[in-house]
């Protein structure tokens, strides 16, 4: 998700039974469904628990008497701080994260096309850009020369050579 669509997710956009997060409105006033795992499920549910947020699942602080999502500058903020808790010493954001995400998508042997629904862009070609290949996925590509049937080199013998004596 992008920041901006993480902070304005609500508790009712989240679908338990069909392990799905609504995205609502998002970047282009566009839809999208992600899913969600069982172990963010349980996290979730013991966030929900602690916490009981009404209407957005990020609830901003600042409003009390009605309820506002959290800024996307604020999950920014959580964002850095769980790196640095963390103890990874690179710069850390909530784009790295979603970069890192769709990536792991790629390795794991997902299609362009899926990452770029997941991703909500609108152009397969910003999806090209946006990842980049890793030497591991690049190590997966099969060589279609390897499924010719060639001789070994032992069994053919040199055109227009003479055996040497």
């Known amino acids: 998700m992008r920041r ?9 956009h989240i679908d338990s039974q069909r392990m799905i997060i609504h995205v609502v409105d998002g970047k282009g006033h566009k839809d999208r469904d992600l899913p969600l795992s069982p172990a963010l499920l349980e996290s979730l549910r013991v ?15 600042m409003h009390r008497d009605h309820e ?15 790196a ?3 103890g990874l010493r690179k710069a850390v954001s909530p ?11 790629l390795e794991a042997g997902t299609d362009l096309r899926t990452i770029q629904l997941l991703l909500g862009h609108e152009d397969l070609e910003v999806t090209a850009r946006y990842l ?10 099969a060589n279609p020369i390897e499924d010719l049937k060639l001789a070994s080199a032992d069994q053919t013998r ?3 050579h003479r055996p040497r004596s």
């Open 47 to 61: 966030y929900w628990r602690w916490l009981k947020p009404r209407t957005y699942l990020f609830p901003s602080r």
């Open 158 to 160: 040199p055109l227009n």
């Open 95 to 105: 784009h790295l994260v979603r970069h890192a995400w769709a990536t792991h998508l």
């Open 4 to 12: 901006s669509e993480l902070a304005r997710i609500k508790v009712a």
């Open 68 to 82: 506002q999502p959290v800024s996307d500058k604020a999950v920014w903020v959580a964002c850095t701080e769980a």
């Open 132 to 141: 980049h290949l890793s030497a591991q996925h690049l190590q997966k590509v």
């Open 84 to 86: 640095k808790k963390s």
